[in-house]
């Protein structure tokens, strides 16, 4: 099955920094590769995704970058603000297969004043 | 306000107990998954229903009785667990459809405490 390796465990700058999480996967069939934020006490929610197709996506402040054949994908979040002080998530998945998710171990995000 | 809702929001219950809990999603999706997460370690999948028709079963024990009656439902029932079985029980929701399968919708979570 898939295997998702997510690094780092946690991860503290200074407000106005860059932040970068990195995960690789092992299963090469996977070609769908979420990410969510996960505040204290609340639910995980998708903040931006990859389908294998492309190499890059980015949202505002969010991107995201996928390397199909070195299977690793990487979340960088740019002008850090407090309010993105959480645990974030990697996952990956084949949709073909129901698009059953395999997540990462979490990554705490600290966004320091 | 999210289209996945999950009761009860706490649990506690004693080893001899039976309990439920419930997942109900309003978005249309075709798919249901309960997942588990405990501290310092990644959500866990335990069961995918596609359709109304379990589709995996992660290796979870028998103590967990998963029942999805309709594509909109999903129950997890839980008879005699463990202390360990202690954790945050997420459902989530999506819809299947090849390349164009949505993102996992969650509920807010049940968290259970094991006496």
């Known amino acids: 099955g898939e295997n998702v390796e997510q690094h780092p465990s946690t991860l503290s700058v200074q407000e106005g920094d860059s932040a970068v999480i990195k995960c690789t996967y092992s299963d090469s069939a996977s070609n769908y590769f979420p990410w969510y934020k996960q505040e204290l006490g609340k639910r995980p929610q998708l903040i931006i995704d990859?389908?294998?197709?492309?190499g890059e996506k980015k949202d505002q402040r969010i991107a995201v970058t996928l390397n199909k054949t070195a299977k690793h994908f990487s979340l960088h979040i740019t002008e850090t603000q407090p309010e993105d002080s959480a645990v974030y998530f990697c996952?990956?998945?084949?949709?073909?297969?129901?698009?059953?998710?395999?997540f990462g171990t979490g990554t705490q995000l600290k966004v320091e004043l | 306000e999210t289209g996945v809702t999950q009761t009860p929001r706490h649990l506690v219950m004693g080893m001899t107990n039976k309990k439920s809990l419930k997942c109900e999603q309003h978005l249309g999706h075709n798919a249901m998954y309960w997942y588990k997460q405990s501290a310092k370690k990644p959500l866990e999948l335990m069961f995918v229903?596609?359709?109304?028709?379990?589709?995996e079963n992660n290796s979870v024990p028998s103590r967990f009785s998963p029942e999805c009656p309709n594509s909109s439902h999903l129950f997890l029932h839980l008879h005699t667990l463990q202390p360990e079985d202690s954790a945050l029980y997420l459902c989530?929701?999506?819809?299947?459809?090849?390349?164009?399968?949505?993102?996992?919708?969650f509920g807010q979570g049940t968290r259970l405490t094991v006496v």
């Open positions: 229903y596609n359709f109304k028709e379990q589709t």
């Open positions: 990859i389908r294998s197709n492309v």
């Open positions: 996952a990956a998945a084949e949709t073909g297969g129901g698009n059953k998710l395999t």
């Open positions: 989530a929701s999506s819809q299947i459809a090849g390349v164009r399968t949505t993102e996992a919708f």
